[in-house]
């Protein structure tokens, strides 16, 4: 009856925002998807409930599990972690990231696979070449973790940084990329 019943909803525009929840080497990924591309992706330690409260809050109350419509999302995600991708080719709601944190976003896109930038270079390609701390204050809030891969800026001692998914995910991330970059696993 639920599968039913979900497909009518998404059938008759009934779904505003669909949702599913996927394994990865970084723990259990909610997956939030608009009509209009995926809109977020939250690691576990953010809280699924409360991120899904948050999607109805500012999108729409209408939200569904609705796995198929982010079958894509979750293939390339797999694929990824599968160290068989490199660029994500879906299609990106932005419409949670606004104004400077939104430039910041276009740029982390920027930022290659198993490479790593600086926060400071990174708003050195802003529109606030000195805004730093706000560079990190815009990848901590990146609604697209991994997608748009904030976890590929760090400190410009070197040093890791902070991460929402946790400082043992960042790691694994950026060991990955660097690993599959270097050919040390197929890609």
């Not at 977020?40 to 409260?53: I, M, P, Q």
């Not at 990174?122 to 000195?130: I, K, L």
Request: aromatic letters at 6%; charged letters at 20%; a positive charge.
């Amino acid at each position: 009856m639920g599968a039913v019943f979900r497909q009518k909803a998404a059938s008759q525009g009934l779904v505003d925002v669909a949702y599913r929840v996927i394994d990865s080497p970084v723990g259990r990924l909610l997956l939030a998807g608009t009509q209009a591309g995926l809109v977020r992706v939250a690691f576990a330690s953010e809280g699924h409930d409360a991120v899904l409260e948050s999607l109805a809050a500012t999108i729409s109350p209408r939200i569904l599990a609705a796995p198929a419509r982010l079958d894509a999302a979750a293939k390339e995600l797999e694929e990824y972690f599968a160290r068989r991708r490199r660029h994500f080719d879906l299609a990106l709601d932005f419409r949670l990231a606004h104004g400077f944190r939104r430039e910041v976003l276009s740029h982390l896109q920027e930022i290659g696979y198993g490479h790593t930038s600086s926060y400071a270079a990174v708003a050195a390609h802003t529109s606030s070449p000195r805004a730093v701390r706000a560079v990190g204050t815009a990848c901590a809030r990146n609604p697209l973790p991994l997608v748009v891969p904030c976890h590929r800026v760090v400190r410009s001692d070197g040093g890791q940084g902070a991460y929402l998914g946790g400082a043992e995910a960042k790691s694994l991330l950026l060991k990955l990329e660097a690993d599959a970059a270097e050919g040390r696993f197929p890609c």
